[in-house]
């Protein structure tokens, strides 16, 4: 290496950058993965096309790698070792879109709202990296836990079940359905004629009104199986013991190696077979507008919008947190270059069925570990995952995983964003401004109310619905406004720099 070459920009030998940027993507492939599966569940959508996100998610990680670390012209790409993947914080909103729209027409409208937002947030780039002060560890930390809590739903009802459907605690008794079965036919049937009628007569039962239905009274024998919830056990000690004895690189994949032990369970126990990983191709193009032409609806691309102003806060502080740990200072064109890079990868992720992007905090983290800084480890990292969403067979693999497998490592995946946040917090001066406990109260009060009340909004206008039914965006708004009124616009960026080392959950 020359003297005047910065370690960023250092080309190390193939087999190394092989070596380390495969390291770099097994760190992130469990955080990576689980957002399409959460969302093609959501959608209620099939196996193949649940793979396809799959597929689709790993080759535009690859690309959006790509650019952010290896650059794109003078506008694209912060040029540092950043790996990027899909942000949780963009989970709730999408998982509301397809509750109230699911199949392809749900995904059209989310695949057109993450477009519209990936366009937007190219131009608000510029301005998002002058706003950091506006977002102090007070408010990312407050963001970022209600992130965390928000998602353990997910978790949770992968172990034991969803509270509505076929899944559902309780099913509706047999005898009951039964019954009005046959008060149905009761009352479309009619009397036959009486000694001189010239017609029959009316049915002696009223017609069933509209939209009768029987609510579950008998507990449902597919609800929390004492099987699953073994499995979902065995995976998340499996990651604790892991995590507590291995050391270095897989001390960091400890919720990889869970899952791949989850899954030999759940094989061994026959609840997981591989018919579908057989029918794979083993390579196949990732095309764009799978599932038909997007729709735009400016209310969901504001939402998501939304969303991305939170995503490229949390990369702004990330990007100052790599320049220090790197040892080169971030300019404002940097950042500029990076968000931009964050915009530009969500809309991509529009096109090709997929998500939106942002830097993965623990590849960032992963860098302070290993102390490698070349930019190049992670470009090898994005041809890796680019090769990665080419395989259908991967895809196909990680979607046969039975759920109780993912909700033991979600446990895990989810509660450590919670447990950030709360460690992002434990920074914060709450004695000397006590005027900061009211700005975490309140914002994550209000940040559980869609979580607890999700019904609260029924008799506001639908129009605003997308806005308020994510907790995440509520607290979001409430932390930076209550910020401003409590303690001004005056925020601390070397506060929001050490916030950013911290964050290793999302």
């Known amino acids: 290496m020359s003297d005047t070459l910065h370690p960023v920009d250092e080309r190390l030998p193939t087999g190394r950058l092989a070596a380390l940027g495969l390291q770099h993507v097994l760190v992130m492939y469990a955080g990576a993965v689980a957002v399409p599966l959460i969302i093609g569940r959501a959608l209620k959508l099939s196996p193949e096309q649940v793979a396809y996100l799959i597929s689709a998610d790993l080759f535009c990680c690859g690309i959006v790698t790509l650019i952010q670390s290896l650059g794109a012209t003078q506008w694209f790409g912060i040029r540092m070792p950043v790996m990027m993947g899909v942000s949780f914080a963009s989970v709730a909103p999408m998982v509301a879109m397809a509750n109230t729209t699911p199949g392809a027409p749900g995904a059209q409208l989310i695949f057109g709202a993450i477009i519209g937002a990936g366009f937007l947030s190219m131009l608000l780039a510029p301005l998002m990296s002058r706003m950091l002060r506006f977002f102090p560890p007070v408010v990312t930390g407050t963001i970022i836990a209600v992130i965390g809590i928000s998602l353990m739903r997910i978790g949770i009802n992968w172990i034991f079940g969803n509270p509505f459907g076929p899944t559902a605690p309780n099913i509706v008794n047999p005898e009951h359905a039964k019954w009005l079965t046959e008060v149905g036919s009761m009352a479309?049937?009619?009397?036959?004629?009486?000694?001189?009628?010239?017609?029959?007569?009316?049915?002696?039962?009223?017609?069933?009104?509209?939209?009768?239905?029987?609510?579950?009274?008998?507990?449902?024998?597919?609800?929390?199986?004492?099987?699953?919830?073994?499995?979902?056990?065995?995976?998340?000690?499996?990651?604790?013991?892991?995590?507590?004895?291995?050391?270095?690189?897989?001390?960091?994949?400890?919720?990889?190696?869970?899952?791949?032990?989850?899954?030999?369970?759940?094989?061994?126990?026959?609840?997981?077979?591989?018919?579908?990983?057989?029918?794979?191709?083993?390579?196949?193009?990732?095309?764009?507008?799978?599932?038909?032409?997007?729709?735009?609806?400016?209310?969901?691309?504001?939402?998501?919008?939304?969303?991305?102003?939170?995503?490229?806060?949390?990369?702004?502080?990330?990007?100052?947190?790599?320049?220090?740990?790197?040892?080169?200072?971030?300019?404002?064109?940097?950042?500029?270059?990076?968000?931009?890079?964050?915009?530009?990868?969500?809309?991509?992720?529009?096109?090709?069925?997929?998500?939106?992007?942002?830097?993965?905090?623990?590849?960032?983290?992963?860098?302070?570990?290993?102390?490698?800084?070349?930019?190049?480890?992670?470009?090898?990292?994005?041809?890796?995952?680019?090769?990665?969403?080419?395989?259908?067979?991967?895809?196909?693999?990680?979607?046969?995983?039975?759920?109780?497998?993912?909700?033991?490592?979600?446990?895990?995946?989810?509660?450590?964003?919670?447990?950030?946040?709360?460690?992002?917090?434990?920074?914060?001066?709450?004695?000397g401004n006590r005027h900061n406990l009211f700005i975490v109260a309140v914002s994550i009060g209000i940040g559980m109310i869609p979580l607890i009340a999700p019904n609260f909004k029924q008799w506001m206008p639908h129009g605003i619905h997308p806005l308020i039914e994510s907790g995440i965006l509520l607290a979001s708004i409430s932390a930076v406004v209550l910020n401003l009124f409590f303690n001004g616009g005056q925020g601390d960026v070397n506060a929001s720099v050490e916030a950013a080392k911290a964050d290793g959950g999302h």
Do not use: H
């Open 188 to 431: 479309n049937a009619t009397v036959a004629p009486a000694a001189g009628a010239s017609a029959p007569l009316a049915a002696v039962v009223p017609a069933i009104p509209k939209g009768l239905a029987i609510v579950g009274t008998v507990p449902n024998p597919n609800y929390a199986p004492s099987s699953g919830i073994w499995v979902a056990s065995i995976v998340l000690v499996s990651i604790l013991l892991i995590a507590k004895f291995a050391k270095g690189f897989v001390g960091n994949i400890s919720v990889l190696l869970g899952i791949v032990i989850g899954g030999v369970v759940a094989t061994a126990s026959g609840m997981m077979n591989f018919s579908k990983v057989a029918n794979a191709k083993w390579f196949d193009l990732v095309l764009p507008f799978q599932f038909g032409m997007p729709v735009f609806d400016p209310v969901l691309i504001l939402t998501m919008t939304l969303v991305m102003v939170v995503v490229m806060i949390e990369s702004t502080g990330m990007f100052l947190a790599l320049g220090d740990m790197t040892n080169r200072p971030v300019s404002q064109a940097d950042l500029t270059r990076g968000l931009r890079a964050d915009g530009l990868g969500t809309l991509i992720g529009g096109i090709f069925n997929t998500f939106p992007y942002t830097s993965f905090s623990q590849n960032v983290g992963l860098v302070g570990v290993t102390g490698v800084k070349s930019r190049f480890v992670c470009v090898a990292g994005g041809l890796i995952l680019l090769a990665l969403g080419l395989v259908p067979k991967m895809a196909a693999l990680v979607e046969s995983l039975p759920t109780v497998v993912l909700g033991g490592a979600g446990l895990v995946m989810f509660g450590m964003v919670a447990a950030t946040g709360i460690r992002i917090l434990a920074a914060v001066d709450f004695k």
